[in-house]
């Protein structure tokens, strides 16, 4: 889908950037022209706008998050078609600015057992209110746990949906499964149904996601990874992370049991067991609301710093209030005459070492000044890594000192706009009013996979190129849908943040894969059938009058033979005989009326009787007469007298 930055959307909504891309809608941070506020508008892809199953999922997502009201839920605002511009089928939502769930972890890789538990008690109050009312997510992932600027979390994408106010309930179509596999509980993937119990599951993995660092299962593809969630057990945390509470490690392997009659069942129940696994944890913990300050380490750590700023401080404020206090002369009365006696009696040595001693205190008098109070005044400078830039403004100012960001650089371990380094650093002195040198993070380095489906190699290769990242293996399959010679699909996935120097693998079409048909013509019908069955074809059979081919025997095929694509339609012509019997000889004529009947009408000819006034009911004459050849289905009259 091209970028529709700038497009007015229902002469209302003001597309302003573009924020997401997924595999059925694109999303923009909006502005809503009449209301004048910031909003998000998702809208869906123009391919699928064309299939009504889409559209239905799409308005049904509408229709679920606009039917919860719950802080911890995005809030559906709008829902339409785009009548004027650019057709677009849309929804409008309160736009969270912030991180999701899975940025965060990424970030900060494993979380404290405190941090997880904060992170899921909002998301499984969430779901509550959403099981209470009949309403399934389906698709519980970090990806879909958004979390603000203000620390609040919040659920998004109700895509996947199902529940009785919805009007339908969703299920695996064309073998096809919906949601996150590494997320999926055994019942979706066995049977593609999932309801409350299927959401503690994926809250379930979520959480041990954030006390791991690390996703249960790990595999080469999908589909290995779906067949784990069904055949083996989640692994205990305990085996993953030291010093995990039992009763907790108890609880997350009770709601991922492969068996959803023993996990909660719903998410209003695992919360309140999770609660009772906190008290236990923390007798004096005391849940406040549903508001969550972020655990962000790295302010932790700046205010310490300033503490220690702060003192040293202090100390360096009590330094300059410190008096000097210089020793009384005796205050003793002294003759005129004794005072010039002891003028005199002074040597020039004295004088001398006076005049020194003088030029020393005005010395030191003078670079007191200037270190104290003067142009010299030194400064301590706290530690500002790991804070944003807005917070070590916030550190420097008041001390009198000023930030430079020098440079922006990738980090694996620090958040964007987060920094990195500093000069000086953290405890050491500079001029008063100097200048901090920040280093600041530009966040993991990380490039999308562009869209190679529908190319062909040549131009997948060329669109890899023009990226930090690489072409992997080229492998060659059978496709029906994609012509010869193009890409169907790539590893990573287009769309997909990698690394630098990440590999991506194609997987191109080698068309529709063929096999050979024989001629079948003369052949007995039955044999050909069970043939072509076994070969994978789709075969029909069409009965029709031969005078050539015995009965059962194949008239004609279509496609007669060569060539063709496996699995094709085969439509076979079988003989039912010839079209012509002959009336028996001295068979009819004698017979009673209804044994006559009988066999003629065996023989595929309309009987007609013709009465001869009597009530005998014996067959006096045919017509056409015995041992005339007659085409079935024609019409034979019998006297009967």
């Known amino acids: ?53 889409f559209v239905g999922r799409f308005i049904r997502e509408a229709k679920a998050a606009a039917s919860l009201s719950h802080p911890n839920i995005v809030a559906v605002q709008d829902q339409g078609w785009n009548q004027s511009g650019v057709p677009a ?49 389906r698709d519980i992932k970090p990806e879909n746990i958004l979390i603000s600027k203000e620390g609040r979390v919040k659920i998004a994408d109700f895509g996947l949906a199902r529940g009785n106010m919805l009007g339908t309930t969703m299920t695996a179509e064309s073998s096809v499964i919906l949601g996150s596999v590494s997320y999926l509980s055994p019942e979706q993937v066995q049977r593609g149904i999932a309801d409350s119990r299927s959401d503690v599951y994926a809250a379930a993995i979520v959480l041990f996601e954030m006390i791991t660092g690390e996703k249960p299962f790990a595999a080469d593809t999908p589909i290995q990874i779906a067949y784990m969630h069904v055949n083996e057990k989640i692994p205990l945390l305990s085996s993953k992370v030291k010093g995990v509470p039992v009763a907790l490690e108890n609880l997350v392997a009770k709601a991922t049991s492969t068996n959803p009659d023993d996990r909660p069942r719903d998410a209003g129940e695992f919360l309140a067991e999770l609660n009772r696994v906190r008290d236990e944890i923390d007798p004096k913990r005391k849940q406040l609301s549903l508001q969550l300050d972020l655990p962000v380490a790295p302010i932790r750590e700046e205010v310490r710093d300033k503490s220690r700023a702060a003192k040293r401080a202090e100390a360096a404020k009590s330094t300059q209030a410190t008096e000097i206090v210089t020793p009384m002369t005796e205050n003793t009365a002294r003759t005129k005459k004794d005072r010039a006696e002891e003028r005199r009696r002074v040597s020039k040595r ?18 007191g000044w200037w270190i104290l109070i003067g142009p010299g005044t030194r400064a301590d400078v706290p530690s500002v890594v790991g804070a944003s830039v807005d917070k070590a403004n916030s550190l ?125 013509v003369g052949k007995i019908g039955e044999e050909a059938l069970t043939e072509l069955n076994d070969a994978g074809f ?56 209804e044994k006559a009947r009988q066999i003629l009408e065996s023989l595929g000819l309309v009987v007609l009787d013709k009465p001869a006034g009597t009530k ?15 085409k079935r289905g024609s019409t034979v009259t019998i006297a009967v007298g």
Do not use: C, W
């Open 89 to 137: 089928v849309f929804i409008v939502m309160e736009l969270v600015e912030g991180h999701t769930l899975r940025d965060y972890i990424y970030e900060r890789g494993k979380l404290a057992v405190d941090d997880a538990l904060s992170f899921i008690d909002p998301v499984l109050s969430a779901l509550a209110a959403a099981h209470n009312i009949g309403i399934i997510h």
């Open 538 to 593: 789709d075969v029909t059979v069409t009965y029709a009058f031969d005078e050539k081919i015995i009965p059962g025997g194949v008239i004609s095929q279509n496609p007669a033979n060569g060539d063709i694509p496996k699995g094709a339609k085969i439509e076979l012509i079988v003989s039912k005989g010839s079209a012509f019997v002959t009336i028996p000889t001295n068979g009819i004529i004698g017979l009673k009326q």
């Open 396 to 520: 420097l100012t008041p001390l009198g000192l000023k930030s430079e960001v020098v440079e922006r650089i990738y980090s694996e371990e620090d958040a964007e706009g987060l920094i990195i380094a500093q000069n000086p650093a953290g405890g050491d002195k500079t001029d008063a009013n100097g200048t901090v040198k920040l280093t600041v993070s530009k966040g993991p380095e990380r490039y999308l996979v562009p869209q190679l489906v529908g190319l062909t190699p040549e131009a997948a290769v060329n669109a890899i190129a023009k990226f930090p990242i690489k072409t992997g293996s080229i492998a060659e399959v059978f496709n029906s849908e994609i012509p010869k010679g193009f890409v169907i699909s790539a590893d990573p996935a287009p769309g997909t943040k990698v690394r630098r120097d990440a590999v991506v693998n194609l997987v191109v079409s080698k068309g529709v894969e063929t096999q050979a048909l024989a001629s079948y």
């Open 616 to 630: 005998n009911k014996t067959v006096i004459n045919v017509s056409p007469k015995e041992g005339a050849k007659v």
């Open 1 to 53: 889908m091209s970028d529709l930055t700038g497009e007015l959307i229902d002469d209302r909504y003001q597309l302003t950037a573009l924020l997401a891309t997924g595999g059925m809608a694109t999303i923009y941070g909006a502005i809503d022209t009449r209301l004048d506020r910031k909003v998000a508008v998702k809208i869906m892809h123009p391919h699928l706008a064309q299939d009504e199953d």
């Open 350 to 367: 004295v004088r001398r070492n006076r005049i020194i001693a003088l030029a020393l205190a005005i010395s030191v008098g003078i670079a």
